[in-house]
């Protein structure tokens, strides 16, 4: 994509359907089944309308690598997505609380966590919305100096910016609060 | 099996006891799920004393069913059914949402509901954990408040359920508002603010058991299939068809609303005093303006054809609705004499948040008005309510009496067709005239009578799901096209994505790459879903205990319909009744009824529904 050919995925709230189609790819790519709870993207609905396609914002500092006593977890050098080696994690759950986006969570079935790989740089999310039109996945460059990780935030502070955003403050405050 | 979890909830509320129970192959492989295993489930537990079970007594059954196809289908619905307390027969009442996902990945394909709660609850489940909970703090809310409640909560109750997990995906959730609760004949189960499975009135099924919501969470996948790359590319067919039809992604049914008046008249105007209308107001662009989300949509959805309105500004600021799409244009607006979009929104999020089906509480709001035009139902009768035509703010205080069952609401509340009778009697006069039904359900926004919509002659008339728009009779081909809608309502898929298919083959196909099982359109029209179509028309013969259908009377268009359309491009025009009755006889004919409209005995027995014809002889539609 640019100089180095790290990518990162862009997400327009707004945009998001809801169609979780994201998730039907992902699961797919990653376990050969739809699991939407073994999705990678996870689309979060506290409030219908304000869906919340979560995954990775691949911070710059990756704290959850920092958080990792197993060492299970490494940056792909190639793509700058997070690994996971399975065989060493421990579900012990550090680097979710390290995550200022609560991102990663647990394999629903098997003792180890699940984070975004960009499916080796050609992430299937991003062409499951490109496919549909919708343009709340875009795949960007990722950019030297940039603060990826200021995006990061939890489903929940999400929720309540994006619900502002499309409801306006007041009706927002009475759909979740 | 494959694309089944296998497994089907049994929640007793009345005793508060859950198991977990399973049907036979053979009883999956014909009645496949959804509207046609709930037609056999009622037939087999009800059946016997089917006209004696008053539908919002604790004896009803309620439904909540996938099917094989609910999630690999691009589209997916979950189907609620019962004994209908508008029809008193079985109707497969589909509503759209990610419920029957989150079930299948919970590991159950359905649940039955039986008895009656002693307080309100909720059943909650996450995978094999269920349970039924206390709805007493939400008992009374409306659709934002009760969602806003069942969320936080159960996400809670999910973290401590899976504490290490990370963070907690909200579950599913199916509701119903006061409308439900107050056991009104228009209430409907809803998903999220405005899904809902309207017709058959399953919303007053759940509040005469004390069910506020069934709340779901899966972490499994769904089910294996039998043929996963051939399900893989049948899905992406499917959607590729879908991308490409630009106008439904585009608009959904939202340009129903002028469309459907100004071009077919086909449209419930003044509570069909006429069908035909031109306002410009209510041209699908004057919707755009309201919605946040152009595209908004459920698991799997590559139409994403509904769209969300908000309404910022103005006297009725803080509304949110789905779309309106065209049956709320047409039912709560233009039948109401509301030919604005932002009154539409209006009345729209206040019957939404109140948990009445568009459709049949628009259907009832728009009998009264008619009512009080004419002078029957004066302003005392509506506790000082002036129910002028248009008058969005006035309607919206009449939804809430009837959602309340408060004065003259408690009445309204039965619904248009027993409501008509009902004030009727007191007013001592024959209210039908103007009652658009067909055996007690209201008929959904597309009239017969210009020929120019896709409702025909017959189409309601013959139904077994009575006034239902999506499952309409008809005898195109040389079958019924009601089985059509069998298999989307069975196999639970949504149709409207299925709209887009050149046929049916690939939803065949579909069904069996996921199941492993064969399954020809002839063995579908033929046969299996010939079967569900004779047990859902018995169940509505049978009827009781307030109402019994006589085929040969009530097989018709409501009075109005005969009249000719008073105005616009096709006034003067309704069906012709011979045609009706020649097109009758041949439906009748097709699907093997006799000229009363009675299942013949060589019908059911081919079918091998002998214990049918035996019920049918008891009671005397047989001979």
Sequence with gaps: ?177 | MKGYAGKFLEVDLSNEKIKETSFPEEILREYIGGRGLAAKILWDRLGKKWETIDPLSPENILLVLTGPLTGYFPGTKVCVSGKSPQSNGVIGSTIAGEFGVDLKCAGYDGLIITGKAEKPSYIFICDGHVEIKDATPIWGRKARETLRFLVKKSVEEVKAIKPNYGEVKEPSILHIGPAGENRTRVAAVVAKYAHGAGYGGYGGVMGSKNLKAIVAKGFGPLPEVYDRDEVIRIFDEISKRNFEVEGFRRWGTGKGGYHFGAETSSEPVRNWQEEWHNMESFRGEEFDKYWIKKYWGDFGCPVTCLKLAVLKEGRFRGAICDNPDYELQAYLGANLGIFKAEDNIYISYVSNELGLCGIQGGAVLGFAAELYQRGILTKEDLDGLELEWGNAEAFAVLAEKIAYRQGIGDILAEGVYRAALKLGEMKGTNLLKYVVHEKGVAIGAHGVRSGKDFAKDISYACSVQAGDHTSLASIDDGRSGEISTILSDSAVYCNFVSFALDDMKPLFKLYEAVTGWSLSEEEWYGEKGLRILQLQRALLLLGGPDRQWKPKIDDDNPQRFWEPLPSGPYKGKTVDRETFERNRLEYYRLVGWDENGVPKPETLRKLGLHDVETKLREVGLLN
């Design chain 1, 1 to 177: 994509m640019n100089q180095n050919g790290k990518v990162w995925i862009e997400r327009v709230y707004e945009n998001c359907s809801g169609c979780r189609r994201c998730e039907i790819a992902c699961s797919l790519f990653h376990e050969g089944r739809i699991w939407p709870e073994a999705s990678r993207i996870r689309v979060f609905m506290f409030v219908p309308g304000v869906e919340i396609p979560h995954l990775c914002f691949q911070c710059e500092n990756y704290p959850c690598v920092e958080a990792c006593l197993a060492e299970a977890l490494s940056v792909n050098e190639q793509t700058g997505a997070v690994k996971v080696d399975v065989s060493k994690c421990t579900a012990c759950g550090l680097c979710i609380e390290a995550c200022p986006g609560r991102v990663p969570h647990m394999h629903p079935e098997r003792n180890y966590i699940v984070i975004c790989d960009l499916c080796g740089g050609k992430p299937r999310c991003v062409e499951a919305c490109q496919e549909g039109k919708w343009d709340a996945l875009r795949l960007s460059s990722r950019i030297e100096g940039f603060s990826y990780k200021s995006l990061a935030k939890t489903p929940e502070e999400l929720t309540v910016e994006i619900a502002k955003k499309l409801f306006g403050e007041e009706t927002a405050k009475e759909v979740w609060r």
